[in-house]
């Protein structure tokens, strides 16, 4: 006879391990792909503050009258300097062949932001190599 704190164990280890075993299958390694290049100042090399990150953002931006569509996004922790190198992965089912889209670097330290950019890209399925040059923000009036 089944005890009902053994039923109730074997039922929690179903629901955890089915739609596990389903992302995995949904997933595949065939449906990710991954933008990859640096991240590098205009004017050449440059030293961080201690505890930098940089965060890379591929996004859809087609659509002028909504908000951009986060593809896929890494944020790069602990960055000494730049050029920084990145890899960004995304599903690729997502990605919308002859739409526009961008990639968003945001590099910060303790919540400022120190440098930052938008590029615009032209991608069908993976790229390579990119390079993203960042400035500092524009100066708010």
């Given at each position: 006879m089944w005890k009902p704190a053994l039923l109730l164990s074997v039922s929690a280890l179903v629901v955890m391990t089915v739609p596990a075993l389903l992302l995995t299958v949904v997933f595949a390694d065939s449906d990710v792909d991954s933008i990859t290049g640096t991240v590098r100042y205009l004017d050449g090399d440059v030293d961080l503050p201690v505890g930098a990150c940089v965060e890379v953002v591929l996004v859809d931006v087609s659509d002028e009258d909504s908000l951009?569509?986060?593809?896929?996004?890494?944020?790069?922790?602990?960055?000494?300097?730049?050029?920084?190198?990145?890899?960004?992965?995304?599903?690729?089912?997502?990605?919308?062949?002859?739409?526009?889209?961008?990639?968003?670097?945001?590099?910060?330290?303790?919540?400022?932001?120190?440098?930052?950019?938008?590029?615009?890209?032209?991608?069908?399925?993976?790229?390579?190599?990119?390079?993203?040059?960042?400035?500092?923000?524009l100066a708010m009036p």
């Amino acid at each position: 006879m089944w005890k009902p704190a053994l039923l109730l164990s074997v039922s929690a280890l179903v629901v955890m391990t089915v739609p596990a075993l389903l992302l995995t299958v949904v997933f595949a390694d065939s449906d990710v792909d991954s933008i990859t290049g640096t991240v590098r100042y205009l004017d050449g090399d440059v030293d961080l503050p201690v505890g930098a990150c940089v965060e890379v953002v591929l996004v859809d931006v087609s659509d002028e009258d909504s908000l951009a569509i986060a593809l896929g996004r890494q944020v790069i922790e602990g960055a000494n300097t730049l050029p920084v190198e990145f890899n960004v992965t995304y599903r690729s089912d997502r990605l919308t062949p002859g739409a526009a889209h961008e990639l968003w670097v945001a590099v910060r330290h303790e919540g400022e932001l120190l440098y930052t950019t938008a590029s615009d890209i032209e991608l069908e399925r993976s790229a390579s190599d990119i390079e993203v040059s960042v400035t500092p923000p524009l100066a708010m009036p």
